[in-house]
């Protein structure tokens, strides 16, 4: 059970990764491959990252709540080098995308696009959430959807 791990072993399974006690729930959703993000249990505006009061109310009844993983490219660059990451060839430029996410605006997250040429991938896209294993963990990611699905 995920939820069960320690936060050591939650560390040694994201090596790298800045996990703290107002992230590790996020983390331990992503082993269970379910995007998580904070929601308030007071005024229910979403809001990412992870923070242990709502920046709308100022309330710390937050909770991490799962998300669709629709949303729509808000921003994207492409790497034309950076530091070696397993899964990541700068050999074509590789795309680093933030999403919009549908459950509210301006709740904005930031991963990459997979599956696609760079030259589909574009601000206003519709994307849907995947997983890719990076480093023995599971990474969200993004894949375009179609006009049919979207």
Known sequence: MTDEI???A???RFPGEPI???NAAHYRGRLRRQLL???CDSCGAWHA???PICPDCWSSRVTPTSVSGNGTIFMA???HQ???AEGVDYSTPYPVVTVELQEQAGLRITSTVVGASNADITIG???RLEWQERAGSPMPVFALRSAANA
């Open 6 to 8: 320690s936060n050591e």
């Open 10 to 12: 939650l560390v040694q």
């Open 20 to 22: 703290t006690h107002d």
């Open 37 to 39: 993000v904070n929601r």
């Open 49 to 51: 990252p992870a923070k």
């Open 77 to 79: 660059i492409f790497l």
């Open 82 to 84: 950076g530091p070696p």
């Open 125 to 127: 896209a519709p994307v």
